[in-house]
């Protein structure tokens, strides 16, 4: 059979079987959801942490000092998410993405996300300079972005057998990353969704009675979406 017949024929079964859905209280993993039909809806909220600069670490230096700096990136910010029982399901480059689920999840991913900037500037980038002096004097520092969302999630898997991974299909996904991808300023580097703000904790959003958020509105998906955006940080030990 030819590659078109292949493609032809897995359309027809990928695209017209019925999901065998259920309703998930757990992130699952790739073996926990069948291939061609299986599908999980879950209530999450989705963390992504895009590492900023990459244009210039992989033309300004040699592979193995770009690959030293995302490696220490990724590697940090992946503990701090596990950290807050984050679930890991997602890598795309320098970006990773973090989903969070049961109690107190708002409160949980966006503490994370604040974590991830306290990492990436007193634990991730003084190690790298003091290593590869050559990043300062070439006049790169490390930076990034978080974007947090909350919402329903479709999870699937996508691919062919041996080589598949799982897809989030919903608005919190898809908003998460959007706005990780913001370039405004290196003073925010977390952006969350202002319905997320407003069902978080408290102690998230206001340090000895000051309110460490920013109403702002952002393009996202050609609309103007309500948002709040932070320069603050927390501490990790």
């Keep these: 059979m030819g590659l078109k017949s292949t493609i032809e024929e897995k359309l027809t079964e990928l695209v017209g079987h019925e999901w065998q859905t259920r309703s998930g209280l757990t992130v699952p993993g790739t073996d926990d959801i069948v291939l ?18 990459s244009t210039q670490l992989v033309s300004d ?3 193995g000092t770009a690959a030293k700096v995302t490696r ?4 940090t910010a992946c503990r701090v998410i596990r950290n807050r029982d984050g679930h890991i399901r997602s890598f795309d480059g320098d970006r990773v993405m973090g989903i969070f689920v049961g109690a107190n999840k708002e409160g949980r991913a966006v503490r994370t996300a604040l974590e991830i900037t ?38 699937a898997r996508a691919g062919v057998y041996n080589h598949n991974d799982l897809i989030s299909i919903g608005t ?25 703000y407003d069902v978080m904790p408290n102690d998230c959003a206001v340090t000895d009675g000051t309110v460490m958020w920013q109403a702002h509105r952002v393009p996202v998906n050609g609309k103007q979406l309500a948002v709040c955006r932070s320069s603050w940080e927390w501490s990790v030990s």
């Design 172 to 196: 919190a996904a898809n908003v998460a990353a959007k706005l990780s991808d913001i370039r405004e300023t290196p003073q925010y580097r977390t952006y969350i969704t202002r319905s997320l």
């Design 118 to 155: 306290y990492a990436t500037d007193k634990l991730v980038r003084p190690a790298l300079e003091r290593r590869l002096p050559s990043l300062s004097r070439q006049g790169f520092e490390l930076c990034h972005v978080s974007g947090v969302a909350s919402g329903p999630v479709f999870i």
């Design 72 to 75: 220490a990136f990724i590697s």
């Design 36 to 53: 061609r039909d299986g599908a999980v809806q879950l209530d999450a909220v989705y963390l992504y942490a895009d590492m900023m600069g």
């Design 61 to 63: 230096f040699d592979p």
